[in-house]
Every structure is written in C-alpha cells, then in structure tokens.
C-alpha cells in the first residue's frame, strides 16, 4: 500500500474537534429534552377524544416518519429564510431535530401506553386517584418504564443523525470536520477520527442512558416482566 | 415550476429507487449473514457479529458514507464510482439493522420447534433450512418492510459526502437556481413520501394479519 496515513494534520486539530464533540452533545441533548417532552405531550394528543387534535397528530407523526430528516430540515431552513425567518444556526438546527424526533418519540410512548393494562386503570379509579395522578402515576411513568430501551436507542440514533444537520450549516462535529477538510485535504484520516469520537459518545450516551434508568426507575424488578 | 425541471426531480427519484433497490439487495444478503453469525454454535462467531452491530449502529451513516468514497481509493482501487461507494456505506449500515432485527425473528420462533426438529435427526442446517427459517420468515415480513423506508429515507443522504444525485441532491439543485425552497423541497418530500407511506402502511397491515394468524 503506497498511501501515506497523517494523522497528525488532523489531531493538530483537536481543539476544533472538541469544540465540534462539544456542539454535537449540546445539540442532541436538547432536542432528546425537548423532543421527549413533544413526543409525550404528541402520544397524550392521540389518543385523545378531540377529533382534530388526533388528526393532527397522526398527520404530524405520519408526514415526519416518511420523509427524510435531511429534506425536512432543509425544507424547515431554506424554507423559512426565503420568506424573512432567519435563526441562528442551532436555534434552527435543534428545531429541525425536535421536530424529527418528536415524532419517533410518540409512536413509541404510544405503544408504552397502549400496553397499559386496562384493570391498572380501575384498580387507580378505586383508589379515587385524580385524573392527573392517573395518568402520571399509572399511565406515564410505567409505559416509559416500558419502552425506555428502544426510546434510548431511538435518542442515540438521534444524536449520530445530527451530523446531517452540517448540510445546513451546523458547526458540530461533521461541519467543523468538512472545515478541517478543506484545509488538509486528509479525507480518509479525518473520517477514521470521525468513527472513533462518535463511538465514544454513541457509548458514553448509552452508559448515561442506563444510569439514568437506575435512577429513575427505581423499583427493582426485571426489566420485560409484567407490571 | 417547469417541465425540464420536474423531469430533472423524476431523474433524482430513478436515483433514490437505484440506490433502495441495490441497498435492499445487499444489506439483505449481509443482514442474513450477520443473523445466522449472531446464533452461530461457534463463540468467536458470535462475538464478531455482535462487535459488528455494535460499532456500526453507533456510527452515523455519513461517516460511514465518507469512509466508503474515500478508503477504496488508498487501499489502490482507485476512485469509486458514486453510486457503488454509496451502496456499499448502505449495505454496511442495512446489515447492522437487519442482521440484528432478523436474529430476534429468528429467536422467536419457538423453542418447541427447534427441539422436534433435533428429536427427529435434522441437521442444524435442515433444522434452519427447512424448520425455523420459514417460520422466522412469516415473523420477519412487517419489520422487514418498515425497514425498506428507513432504507429509502437514509438514500437523501447519499449526494452529502459522496455526491450522488438522487432525490434531495436534484431538489437542492434546483433551489439553489432558482431559491424556491417550499415549492422544490415540498415535492421533493411529497415524493419521499410517496414511495414510503405505502410501505409503512403495508408493514402494519402485515404485522395484523400475520399476529392474528398466529395467535
């Protein structure tokens, strides 16, 4: 093999390479918050009884989970520039995101909330729980429990999919990568740095999932078992 | 919007649908591998496959994209065409997912048939071929079929790093001439969405009527 690997143009870097680590996290961790915060309020709006608002909904989540998050935030972006909506750049890249995973968020806390079983639901009338600790208590809390596992995955793919938010101009890890790229012209060996530190978070955040679920949920029992 | 350039967003359609199509193929065939290596009798099998989906779900698919456009080239292939170099990042990123949704189809066929299967003699290999596989195949229809959207909404990605043009590169072409992004990127989605809505439908109405049958 002739080709000669430098690493060492691009590990001259790292400062912008952190800086860039730094804004990935930031961004995926407020579109996770903000995105969960959406996508229970979207799941509660399904299944409500006003007809409208479960039209919408479902017109939301539908519309989002078949189009491509790059078509979406360029639609979102370009769209809102041309007519004088301008952002800076992560008020915008985070709004794309929210709006993405949203919509991921409800269908899966939906199928959390449709495996509630219905006699937990008397059992809580019985008790004369208000309706706000109904579903708090009984409803919320244990269909999250539930589907926590495939929720944090979702965020994880969440957070390698925000490098598509470089196309838009972000500054997170793959935007100040094309930088760097356009200054070393070490294409491969910057892709190679790239896999590494997105592994990293990617395992980092996964770890943070897990103790997060210790610390939430606290009552011990196998996870998959009946409630 | 004129004639020329609605042809020119069909063209970028005809790309996406390529690239689906080949990608179907090959994270298929990869995926298939990558389940029967998940439940291998051999450990050291085992531990590869499980290494191979962990590091490839925790790679964003353009790293893997960039990875794929460039590394041929150093290792002495030379330059790759885009649509190869965009199939093969696909491929890659499909076999994680498959292999791993396909293992679980696999695992869920239950463990009564397997036993039947050995107390009458079948080697592991008929047991698969002829006992658990057809089983897991009628399991595996709806997840395989949501899976194809991801695989078309993943395509949009392909013209970033590595250039080629299907669906939102053409899209994006056509508004930088022109700066009518809700009228460009608006058909740009109606089309993703017309090539995914049906899918998404057809894997639920799958997934009723197969669990009902086995119920």
Known sequence: MKYQFDFAAVLAQWPLLLEGAWVTVQ???????????????CA??????VGWLRWGVSAYVEAIRNTPLLIQSYFLIFGLSSIGITMPIMVGATLALVINIGAYTCEIIRAGIESIHKGQLEAADCLGMSPVQVFWHVILRPAVERVYPSLTSQFVLLMLASSIMSSIGAEELLGIANRIQSDTFRNFEIFLVLWVVYLALSYMMR????????????????????? | MTREQATFLFMGMLGTLALSVLTFVGG??????????????????????????QVVQGTPLLVLMGLCFYGPSIVGIGSMPALIAAALAMTIYSSAFLGEIWRGCIQSVHKSQWEAAECIGLTRWQRMQKIVLPQALRIATPPTVG??????????????????AELSYN??????????PFIYFGC??????????????WSR???????ASRG
């Open chain 1, 27 to 41: 961004l995926s961790f407020l579109a996770t918050v903000i995105g969960f915060v959406l996508g229970a309020l």
């Open chain 2, 147 to 164: 899976f194809m959207v991801q695989i078309i909404k993943n395509t949009s990605i392909a013209s970033l790093v590595i250039g080629f």
């Open chain 2, 28 to 53: 298929g065939l990869t995926g298939l591998a990558v389940a029967l290596a998940r439940i291998a009798p051999m450990r050291g099998v085992r531990m590869a496959a499980t290494a191979w989906i």
């Open chain 2, 205 to 211: 109405t799958l997934e009723r009527k197969l669990n």
């Open chain 1, 44 to 49: 509660v709006g399904r299944n409500s009884k």
């Open chain 2, 171 to 180: 899209a994006k072409v056509l508004n930088n001439s022109t700066f009518q």
């Open chain 2, 188 to 201: 740009a989605a109606l089309m993703y969405f017309a090539m995914c809505y049906p899918l998404s439908r």
């Open chain 1, 207 to 227: 770890a943070g999932f897990w103790l997060l679920g210790q610390f939430v949920f606290t009552r011990r029992r196998k996870l998959g078992t009946p409630l």
